[in-house]
Each structure stands twice: as C-alpha cells, then as structure tokens.
C-alpha cells in the first residue's frame, strides 16, 4: 500500500508538471502572438502616420499656392491701378520734363 500511495504522489507529481510545463508553452505562445500583434499595429500606425502626413504636406501646399495666387493677383491688380493712375499724368508729367529740360538748355546758353 505504501507504494501505490508513493506511485500516486509520483505520478500526481509528474502530471502537474505536465500542466505547469504546458501552462509555460502556452504562455510563451501567448507572449510571442501579443509581440507579434504590436509589431503588426505599429506597422500599421507608422503607414497611418505617413499617410496623414502627405494628406497635411499636400493640404499646405495647396494653401500655400492659393495665397501665391491672391498675393500675385492683388499685386498685379495693384501695378494696373498705379500703371492706370500714372498714364493718366503722363502727359502732364512730359510737359513738365519738357519745359524743365529747355530751361535748362536756356540757362546754359
């Protein structure tokens, strides 16, 4: 009777170490899989980082060609009133360089 009693424990031991030794390999695959996962969703994040980015790249050069355009518009609408504003002197403003420049031919003679 002492034997089978000693068989049991043994064997009782041998099967929790069975247990404890699966419940490790479990673990480990269980380890290995959630590593994997966060490899996997830091990929990803990365590939959505990249992509947000060149979605905010082209979102500010596409602003910054508009203001290009409203900042040349108003400039050469500015150029055509101060072309505009100029013309309408300019006849004046030759009489004026005229009647200078002969009176200081005069003055020289």
Known sequence: ??????????KTEE?????????QDERKLKRSQAELEADNLVTKA???VEEYKKLK???ARRQAELKNADVLKAGN???AAMKE???VHLSK???LLLSRFKEQLHVKA
Do not use: C, F, P
């Open 1 to 10: 009777m002492r034997t089978e009693v000693l068989r049991d424990i043994k």
């Open 15 to 23: 099967e929790y170490q069975t247990m404890i030794s699966a419940a």
């Open 46 to 48: 990365q590939g959505n």
């Open 57 to 59: 790249l082209e979102e």
């Open 77 to 79: 609408q500015r150029a």
């Open 85 to 87: 504003k100029g013309t």
């Open 93 to 95: 403003a030759v009489q």
